[in-house]
């Protein structure tokens, strides 16, 4: 525990670091990294507790540990579309911060979710989390193997959770998206070799911060990722920015019938995100309440 903590900080303090581009201080540096390390050291602690619960409670309960300890509110729309068997692709925008551990929660109903995501140093120090990755590597020939791999779970009735853009996009609740812009066709790959899999579209959004996104020291960034960036990095370190009304937007299941059409995905991704992106959208006043299995508040 002492060993990954210490580890985990040294991971977690030159981010906090280069999130405001602090990691470049020559003589300074060392100060500075010593300053990090205080609130990289607490971090680390919640995120050895979030992989505790990984293990001991499921993906579910530890999301909801990460949503209550970052944000204001979760709300989700559109969980009786989650079938309780069977393969399942689930296919969602990504903005960042909490948005798998809100789907995470959404998709409560599939214990068996395994998530499709990048190769991280941190997650060699998560070994419960770690066992639900299946990891997308930027050595040459690994990709084969992670197709393998994705295969192989919807095969066994499995349920995947991908983010086709391979990167971190913009919070529909803060500024506008291009639609599905660079989005990679793995999920039509994926229907096609296991065409018995149904696609779940998810859209998320209201995880950054706006109170932090206008905070005079992302606003000292004028490239939208960086500020993006340094917003979320600054809600993990003060309380009093993590404000933020999570939205989870699950649509109505795409069969394969539908799949060989691209259009049928896009078409479903870009209504959920101009939805979850409208702070005046009338269903979370007219929408029934929420599970309160799957929502959180506080």
Known sequence: MDDRLTLLTRTNAPEILAAFKLDRLGSLQPLAEWL??????????????????????????????????????????????????????????????????????????RPDLKIIASERELLQLIPNLRRRILSVSSRAGCGSGLLRDAIHHLRQDGAVLTFPAGCIEPDPSLRPVKPLAGWSDSSQLLVRLVPETIVLPIAVSGVISRTAYHHRMAKR?????????????????FRHLRDTQTRVVIGEPISSAKIGHRAAIHAA???????????CDASLVQSDQPDPQLATSK
């Open 221 to 237: 960034f004028a490239d939208p990722r960086e500020r993006d960036w340094a917003a979320a990095t600054l809600q993990v370190l």
């Open 269 to 279: 991704m870009t209504a959920l995100l101009a939805r979850v992106g409208n702070r």
């Open 36 to 109: 990090a390390s205080f609130p990289a050291r607490r971090l680390s602690r919640q995120i050895l507790q979030f992989d505790d619960l990984v293990g001991q409670r499921g993906l579910a309960t530890a999301g909801r540990y990460i949503l209550e300890q970052f944000t204001s509110s979760t709300h989700i729309e559109g969980q009786q579309y989650v079938p309780r068997c069977g393969p399942l692709l689930a296919v969602a925008n990504h903005p960042g911060m909490v948005d798998a551990m809100a789907i995470w929660v959404a998709l409560e109903r």
